[in-house]
């Protein structure tokens, strides 16, 4: 069926093998290596959806120094901005503002990000935050700040470069043989072959579950949301703060 080392590093080519293999089909008659690399490519977008970010090390990135731009459209208070697209970073973030995991002013803090709930009660009086914290929200693909006219940095999941014949995955070889299940399973969707689409989707989401249940780094708590408490101090979901 195509066997392959878990976590061993597969190029382009591997994976067309495997896959050639595991669909019976290893002379490609049914499937040509251009309908695969497109289902590899969707199958690779899908792993990085269901992988938690914190596990996208590989496609972790940074521009610094973004310069922000003004508006009145949303608030006067939250009037700086700018557009996480691949003009202003210089690459694309996966799911546009939902692939920005933090934002810094410039050799200083980072920037709580609060919801647009939120800086709607902020306006309203019904929400106060710290007339020196800097807080953001993300509006029509945009990047709204509050309380800096700073530039900022901008850390980011980016998009992943596109599987060819002459480019492999960006992603850590431990999602590898995810990544290839999952184009399987697409792959034998077209074939109307139920059974063996539902087996090849358990086994990818087997592996991508182990993952996303024990990080990379072996942090106790990674990924969990912290809590802030009315004067916005951090509560650790682990070990929470508690009187002695």
Known sequence: MGAVNPGETMTTATMLTVLG????????????DTLKLRYLNIAQDKLIQLLNPHLLSDLQTLKVNISLSTDTQVDTHF?????????????????????????????NQF????????AKDFTTGYVGFS???????????????????ANVDCYFIKEPTTLASDANSDLNAI???ALVELAEAELWRLSN????KQDAEQR?????????????????????????????????????????
């Not at 920037?111 to 939120?118: A, C, E, N, V």
């Not at 007339?131 to 006219?149: D, L, Q």
């Not at 969990?224 to 004067?231: E, G, M, Q, R, V």
């Open 21 to 32: 293999d595991r669909l019976e089909d290893t002379s490609g008659d049914l499937f040509s």
């Open 79 to 107: 009037k700086s901005y700018f557009v996480p697209n691949n003009s202003t970073l210089d690459s694309t973030p996966f799911g546009g503002a939902l692939g920005v995991i933090g934002i810094r002013v410039v050799n």
């Open 111 to 118: 920037i709580r990000k609060i919801s647009f709930d939120m």
């Open 131 to 149: 007339s020196t914290e800097p807080v953001y929200f993300v509006f029509k693909n945009r990047i709204y700040i509050y309380n800096t006219t």
């Open 175 to 177: 999602f590898h043989d």
């Open 193 to 196: 072959n139920q059974a063996r």
């Open 204 to 244: 990818a989401y087997g592996i991508i579950g182990k993952y996303n249940q024990n990080p990379a780094t072996q942090v106790v708590g990674e990924g969990l949301p912290f809590d802030y408490s009315s004067t916005n101090s951090l509560v650790d979901p682990i070990y929470p703060n508690t009187s002695i």
